[in-house]
């Protein structure tokens, strides 16, 4: 049996390509708008396959927000921090501002208690004075020693109403005892002048009145030992610089309340013979002893030249002595270095000297002086009342000045 293949006629073959969907590139569709270019860039241009153009805009970015609570906690330490500089700094301009007023409370008090020691020296030097005046009467004496008394009086009292800063006040109290010392002893001395004026005994008054200035001379101590010394060491404790304080020296002859000093006072005050044969008997005069030289001690001679080293501290140094019976006071010495166009004059005192006493006075600041050149240093020394000899109270130098 033969079988028979069925044959099917071919089909003719179209031209048509069929149509095959390739999904290789998952892309969202393009969204374009009419008359807007598409937002997507060309892909040769992602990969720098071509030139670039302007760059197109983004949109906006998302702020990044910080985690719920940060910035309200940041903002409370932000103020607390701020608030804890403002306190700090209040403090301290509070502390500056105590510390200015403390240096200035100190300040004005040691100005005042200043003012009250110039006082007192000028009232020091009032009665050394009085003390040393040729031919001043008993009862001149008295007055000028009751007023006196009460300017020592009235600077005392100032001093006890001063308004001392807590720590100075103990130094405070010592300026009244200094103060205080001072009128007791001025009352003193004007007491004993008074009582002693018909005694006979001159050495028993002269050591009287010498027990009443020791008053004077323990105020010099008690201002320096107590309240000088007590001031600063407040004031290094406290830091404050700058702040001067005031010293006050009464006494201005050192030797004034001794026996020594005030027999002779008293014998020349009232008028009562001395052992010499009384007062105004005897010899008067004084006398040069010698010139020195300051720094360096050398002497100078009346009969060679000198050559004087002159430097920034240069000084002579002038001793004079009584030759006499009888105290002189008040004695003037000048140096004069005679040299061209203009000489140099200097003077200075002595405001009392006694008997066999020598004292000595020193001239300074010689800012211009001749150098290289011989010149003449001369001291003369003004003659007391009633001095017969006057040749030896001045003498002349040879001096040639130099620079080491």
């Given amino acids: 049996m033969v079988t028979v293949a069925r044959i099917d006629p071919v089909k003719p073959m179209s031209n048509r390509e069929p149509d095959f969907e390739f999904d290789f590139f998952d892309e969202p569709p393009t969204q374009e708008a009419s008359g807007q270019r598409s937002l997507r860039r060309p892909l040769g241009r992602q990969l720098g396959g071509g030139p670039r153009g302007p760059r197109e805009p983004r949109g906006p970015r998302r702020p990044i927000r910080p985690a719920p609570g940060f910035t309200p906690l940041a903002r409370l330490v932000g103020l607390v921090a701020f608030a804890i500089l403002i306190v700090v700094l209040l403090v301290l301009w509070v502390q500056s501002c105590q510390e200015d007023q403390r240096r200035d409370s100190y300040r004005s008090y040691l100005g005042e208690v200043a003012a009250v020691a110039r006082d007192s020296e000028r009232v020091g030097r009032e009665l050394n004075d009085v003390l040393t005046t040729p031919g001043i009467k008993p009862a001149d004496l008295d007055k000028q020693l009751a007023g006196l008394v009460q300017q020592q009086q009235l600077g005392a009292n100032q001093a006890l109403e001063l308004d001392a800063p807590g720590p100075l006040r103990p130094a405070n109290r010592s300026v009244v005892e200094a103060l205080q010392f001072r009128v007791s002893g001025l009352q003193g001395l004007a007491a004993q002048f008074r009582e002693t004026r018909d005694s006979k005994d001159a050495a028993a008054a002269g050591a009287n009145l010498a027990a009443e200035a020791q008053r004077l001379v323990a105020s010099d101590v008690v201002w320096e030992d107590l309240f000088i010394r007590s001031a600063v060491a407040e004031l290094r404790a406290q830091g404050f610089t700058g702040i001067r304080v005031p010293d006050s020296n009464f006494v201005q002859t050192p030797d004034l309340a001794s026996s020594r000093s005030m027999v002779p006072i008293w014998q020349r005050i009232n008028g009562t013979p001395a052992a010499t044969g009384g007062t105004g008997a005897g010899l008067h005069g004084t006398n040069i002893v010698g010139v020195r030289v300051r720094p360096g001690g050398q002497q100078l001679s009346t009969s060679t030249e000198n050559t004087v080293v002159a430097s920034t501290d240069l000084a002579f140094e002038v001793a004079v002595a009584n030759g006499g019976d009888n105290q002189e006071v008040k004695i003037e010495v000048t140096l004069t270095i005679q040299q061209s166009p203009t000489p140099v004059t200097k003077k200075a005192t002595i405001d009392l000297i006694n008997p066999e006493e020598t004292k000595r006075v020193v001239f300074r600041d010689f ?38």
């Avoid at 290289?372 to 109270?393: A, S």
């Fill in 367 to 404: 800012p211009s002086l001749d150098f290289g050149e011989l010149r003449t240093l001369r001291i003369d020394v003004e003659p007391v009342p009633q001095e017969k000899i006057v040749e030896n109270n001045s003498g002349e130098y040879k001096v040639i000045f130099s620079v080491e």
